[in-house]
């Protein structure tokens, strides 16, 4: 069993900032690509950002420049450090990973969602 568990979410003023942390801990082969999701009210869930097991990453075009993606492998955790935070990034956000969990299945795992509430 493989589980995603997620913090770091809260409220923040606008230009504030946030990190979200992902850990994933289990029966874990090896762990490919990783990113975060959001979903506001009312809309379908979006890709925010993701790093491959190389550790490239890539982003929504509406957080370039403001959001980071990273891993850190030793401790299978994704991060999203969120600066110059804005009302519209205000979501449920959702850590994804590919992970195996032998040498020939790969499965796709959800974290539980953290809320990021941008208000002032």
């Known amino acids: 069993q493989v589980q995603l568990v997620e913090s770091g979410g809260g409220l923040v003023q606008p230009g504030g900032s946030l990190r979200l942390s992902c850990a994933a801990s289990?029966?874990?082969?090896?762990?490919?690509?990783m990113g975060w999701y959001r979903q506001a009210p009312g809309k379908q869930r979006e890709l925010v950002a993701a790093?491959?097991?190389?550790?490239?990453?890539n982003y929504v075009d509406s957080v370039k420049g403001r959001f980071t993606i990273s891993r850190d492998n030793a401790k299978n955790t994704v991060y999203l450090q969120m600066n110059t935070l804005k009302p519209e990034d205000t979501a449920v956000y959702y850590c994804?990973?590919?992970?195996?969990?032998?040498?020939?299945?790969?499965?796709?795992?959800w974290g539980q969602g953290t809320q990021v509430t941008v208000s002032s």
């Open positions: 790093i491959s097991a190389g550790g490239t990453p």
């Open positions: 994804n990973a590919r992970i195996s969990v032998n040498r020939y299945a790969e499965y796709d795992y």
């Open positions: 289990g029966r874990i082969f090896s762990i490919n690509g």
